[in-house]
């Protein structure tokens, strides 16, 4: 009782002042003042195990010391900080760095595009130049995926709440079944059947837009076999493929591109979040040579040149120098899921399964509710987790990449007392 008073007098502020928009300060009422690695301190001192990674955009952790001394030294020197789309040595280093150490070592040729500082940004121009390129205006998209906040981000996302949100219709896309949403059914005929069918009332898409892991929608990982045959229909039908690795790209699954494994050559691919290293705002369009059909400041925005972004960026390149960080990514993913899978085993009651890849799982709990009060449960005893899914029943974990073992079982230490905790009321 103590507790809640205390916390409520210490939110008075953002209650009285934020907009009833806010959402993750009503989860977790605190005010948070310490980063550092994968741990986060409020003003009591309090400590907390960070599973969340700031929605994934902190892959390389809290306040790496490296992209921290080198964002001191640029702005002690007077560096440039903003600067749209004109050339900067961090913006040239940056490019330069990324064709090194990321494309050239995958075989893969892509313009980059700078198309704003969010996710969003990233997926509206994708949207737009595939209906640029193809003069066609319907997109593909699929139950349960998240692509922005931005009305044609909207368009291809399924959360009917978000949706809502836009207050206007949402045109010019279709929803298709991701892989395994209707048990026992291919969804991968069907698609095919509605393209095939002249009658489907379909018509031939510019885009199918797709995450491989769908991080909002509830951490549904598509089969790398359901991955590459929707490359195949894309080829066959001309439709331009685009993959949306916002949360899920820069090693959240284990290779830097969560396509890699499916060995799938997408046409455009959507990056932000960890692509900036340090969690400042950036976010880029790669983008193959031949749709590469913009006029210049056809697409443009004020805050698409971050240099403080492109120096962090840089730094967190040299993670991908060698396969070590992968490597060390991939092992702790498996301790994760043999954590979850004996939280599953223990605890019956929670009607649960196991889902995603790397460090991008979580456990869906087939109980009404319950997974919102382990996450809060959790929350006062230190560790930072939420949600996902259409009907928030997903336990998510999304730790820094950085996190060692021992950060790891500590954490999943507290979410079964947790949970422990929450099913003996």
């Known amino acids: 009782m103590t507790t809640a008073v205390i916390s409520n007098d210490r939110m008075k502020t953002f209650e009285e002042l934020e907009s009833a928009v806010r959402s993750y300060s009503r989860g977790w009422p605190t005010v948070f003042t310490k980063a550092k690695g994968y741990k986060i301190w409020d003003v009591d001192g309090k400590e907390y195990i960070d599973f969340f990674a700031g929605a994934g955009a902190l892959n390389y952790g809290h306040n790496d010391a490296k992209m921290q001394e080198k964002i001191i030294e640029y702005i002690r020197e007077d560096g440039i900080l903003h600067s749209l789309d004109m050339g900067t040595t961090p913006r040239k280093e940056f490019l330069e760095t990324f064709r090194e150490v990321i494309l050239t070592p995958r075989n893969l040729d892509y313009k980059v595009m700078f198309p704003g500082p969010t996710g969003t940004n990233s997926v509206e121009s994708a949207l737009k130049i595939a209906r640029k390129v193809t003069g066609r205006d319907t997109v593909i998209s699929f139950t349960n995926a998240f692509h922005g906040m931005t009305i044609g ?4 996302t399924g959360n009917s709440f978000k949706r809502h949100g836009a207050g206007v219709p949402l045109h010019h896309t279709v929803a298709m079944p991701f892989d395994d949403y209707v048990e026992n059914q291919d969804s991968i005929a069907y698609l095919e059947r ?3 069918d002249s009658g489907s009332g379909v018509a031939l898409p510019a885009a199918i837009i797709l ?10 990982a598509a089969r790398l076999d359901w991955l590459k045959k929707i490359e195949s ?22 290779t830097f591109f969560s396509f890699e494994p499916a060995g799938i050559n997408p046409d455009i691919v959507c990056l932000s979040k960890s692509i900036g290293g340090s969690g400042l705002p950036m976010a880029i369009t790669l983008i ?14 004020t805050f698409r040149g971050n240099n403080l972004a492109f120096i962090t960026a840089k730094e967190a390149l040299s993670f ?28 019956p009651e929670l009607k649960a399964e196991a889902r995603g890849r790397g460090l991008m799982q979580g456990i869906a709990v087939q109980v009404d509710g319950l997974a919102g009060e382990i996450c809060a449960e959790a929350f006062d005893r230190g560790l930072i987790v939420e949600t996902s899914g259409p009907s928030d029943e997903v336990v998510k974990f999304l730790p820094p990449l950085v996190i060692d073992e021992e950060g790891i079982s500590k954490g999943m230490t507290i979410l079964e007392d947790s949970i422990a905790q929450v099913l003996s009321k």
Do not use: M, Y
């Open 153 to 156: 981000s909207l368009s291809v």
């Open 194 to 196: 509605f393209l095939e």
């Open 211 to 220: 995450e491989s892991v769908q991080g909002e929608g509830g951490i549904n």
């Open 233 to 254: 229909i894309c080829r066959r039908w001309d439709i331009l493929l685009i993959v949306d690795d916002v949360q899920a790209g820069c090693g959240r699954t284990g």
């Open 288 to 301: 193959k040579p031949e749709f590469d059909q913009w006029g210049p400041g056809e697409h443009n925005g």
């Open 320 to 347: 991908w120098e060698t396969d070590d960080f992968s490597n060390g990514i991939k092992q702790k993913a498996n301790l994760l899921r043999e954590k979850i899978d004996s939280i599953i085993a223990k605890f």
